[in-house]
């Protein structure tokens, strides 16, 4: 498969660089941007942290804004940040144009419905094709975590949490922890995926914990001052499946912050260095 | 005067929060952004880094990419990080709405030319009325530093030159060092100062070095893939500038580094520590 080199930038001794190229399950061209260590190389590759942003979000979000590269060059981990949707003239969006469905909002499933089903297959796209791409291009292991923010969050949870061979630790910020029941999750759900509920608990962390042995390490961290908590995210609702489940889920209540990146940056080496935990354990 | 906050959002046990406010000087709403550190307070207020902002910049590029606030929460600094031009739809722009001149590129001086002088009046607002409405709404010293990058590092570079008495330090990430001479100053200073290229010398560090007795230290941090290194920059005519008069220069040639906030986030740390260790050494 091709890839084309977009952009480079060198940081903290390691490399900044966004790829395009066509994909096959997609049925669209997309963009990724990678973060390579310093030293990383085909004799000494390193694991990799699969990083699954928001609504609204493209692969930039968090390469920008994170401030995460000084401690994962320090660790030695690459950090893969996809799209949050298939792009591109011929990939339907919703017909408002809303920010919380369509593109920038392809929720990291794959969708049955027309017309959406095409394209929007976010979930074999992350945890299939990409890594493909990744361990086929770069010097990265197979060992992979994968992590992710608010719509990425619940990503990163129902990915993680269906293929505890693939992913060596699971991490998010403000999550939508139980999709089927709140807002942004009925919406898209019911777009992508119709009506039939028993669907949606193939992408909902809290019943897949409830179906699924999980052993998976989880780290959570929620602001106590994010303005979508109660409504979209219920983060309580993990916990419990979690407590009910014997689920190793660690959920920390930061109190003061909100939804933000400035959030995400205050706490990522936290999480860098529990992926490291999983990763570099060897 | 008044201040209306416009956001605010808790990062690394401090706040980033966005002001908007009349400025009498530029006569237009103007927003900035402050970074207050963990424990700023009346009783223990804190000095203030000001950081100035390349082109096509807002107060947001720095605050959001630059992942300084770790370490400025660790020294106790705040950060201001002002607009990079006048605002609104009654400030006129270059007819040709290009990046490098008008809005979002005030190059921090006081334009004397119809039809700029009315409202492109940056060097007045970020060294007096700015600094002015910081030390009277929020818990900071007068102890002032000034950093920036590229236009804004011009910026840093002329107004801690002109200003020894008010800028305890002065750094600067691959600054425009002798704008007289190359596209983006002379474009921007024939617009706004007129044909008397005398004039120009008073906004050019290089020229400044030279009839002004500096001792203020400065560091400058510059790429060597930085694409406008040869072009617009020209940090040897700084460095050489500088050695015959003596000034406490330090010009570190970053190998590898572009013009981008990549570059920036990889050494902000040392410009803070550098800031830090002339604001606090009472």
């Known amino acids: ?15 900044h660089k966004q ?10 061209d997309m963009r990724f941007a990678i973060f390579l260590p310093p030293h990383a190389s085909a004799a000494q590759p390193v ?28 660790l030695g981990i690459a950090i893969v940040a996809p ?7 011929a990939v339907p969006d919703d017909v408002d144009q809303s920010y919380d469905f369509g593109l920038g909002a392809g929720f990291y499933l794959n969708a049955t419905q027309e017309p959406w089903k095409t394209h929007y297959q976010m979930y074999s796209y992350v945890v299939d094709e990409l890594p493909g791409l990744i361990e086929a291009n770069f010097p990265v292991t197979s060992k ?57 608990k193939e992408y909902d962390a809290v019943e897949l914990i409830k179906a699924h042995n999980v052993t998976t390490p989880i780290l959570v961290d929620q602001g106590d001052a994010d303005g979508f908590l109660d ?10 499946a979690a407590k009910e ?6 959920l920390r209540i930061q109190p003061g912050y909100d939804h933000s990146y400035f959030f995400i940056q205050t706490f990522i080496n936290d999480h860098l260095a529990f992926h490291a935990s999983q990763l570099l354990n060897d």
Chains 1, 2 share one sequence.
């Open 245 to 250: 489940n014997n689920v190793p889920l660690e």
């Open 83 to 89: 799209d949050t949707s298939p792009r591109g003239e």
């Open 47 to 74: 694991p990799v942290l699969y990083w699954l942003s928001g609504l609204t979000c493209t692969d930039e979000n968090f390469m920008q804004k994170a401030a995460a590269f000084q401690k994962a060059a320090e």
């Open 231 to 240: 409504d979209q995210l219920k983060p309580e609702t993990l916990q419990q």
């Open 144 to 200: 992979r975590s994968v992590a992710g923010h608010s719509m990425g969050g619940h990503g990163a949870l129902t990915i993680g949490i269906k293929n505890p061979e693939k992913y060596a630790s699971i991490s998010a910020f403000s999550p939508i922890c139980h999709p089927s029941i709140v807002p942004w999750g009925e919406k898209a759900f019911r777009h992508y995926l119709g009506e039939d509920k028993a669907l949606w």
């Open 19 to 28: 790829y395009q190229h066509t994909s096959s399950v997609l049925h669209c």
């Open 1 to 15: 498969m091709d890839l084309t080199n977009v952009s480079q930038a060198k940081v903290f001794n390691g490399w």
